[in-house]
């Protein structure tokens, strides 16, 4: 796949800004990357947050994952799965090819289907395979994690132990409104103060 790399508005204005605050007030040396996409958060992290020393990244689609692995990044582990609870592995719907800009997501989120119908394409050729966050957590320093996963995070906000650990947290939330997102978010996550938020992004320290 033909893989174009463009940035839509949260990569240009909210998440530096978000990143510029936890970088004047933090040390931070490990960053989470859930759901890089084809890397245009590992590039704004390195930009903002020069002390960082490593950057795990998670990516389920086959062709973003080798778009990444191309650019040769450094201090980037880079794993070929997307993080979710209580399946193994999934086949692909989505809207878009999954580039930035597009919109692919496992088709065990049905609730995409009712969003967005019949602009829902089945991906037959793809199989997103899925492990926990706890299986990548151990040993590391749990100081930053981005979660982009299209309506997964409600998966693993629900599931995950570990991730209320983490210091700080960049969540993006779909398919909902402002109200839904921010009651979820303060339920789910009563260990962490809400800093600074859009309609549908989140900042968040513990």
Known sequence: MNIKYSEPAEYNTIFPSYLELINSSTVIDTVFDLGCNVGAFINLTKKYIPSVQKIICFEPDIDNFNYIKDQNYSNVKLHNIGIYYGAEESFVNG????NIGGYMVSAIEKEHIENWGSMVHQYDAKVFKLKTLEEFTKN??????KIDVEASEYNILDNSTDLQKFKWIILECHNHNFDYY???????????EIVANTNDHFLLKK
């Open 95 to 98: 809207v878009g090819d999954n």
């Open 182 to 192: 921010i009651n979820y978010v303060k339920k789910a996550l009563p260990t962490h």
């Open 140 to 145: 590391e320093s749990l100081d930053l994690i």
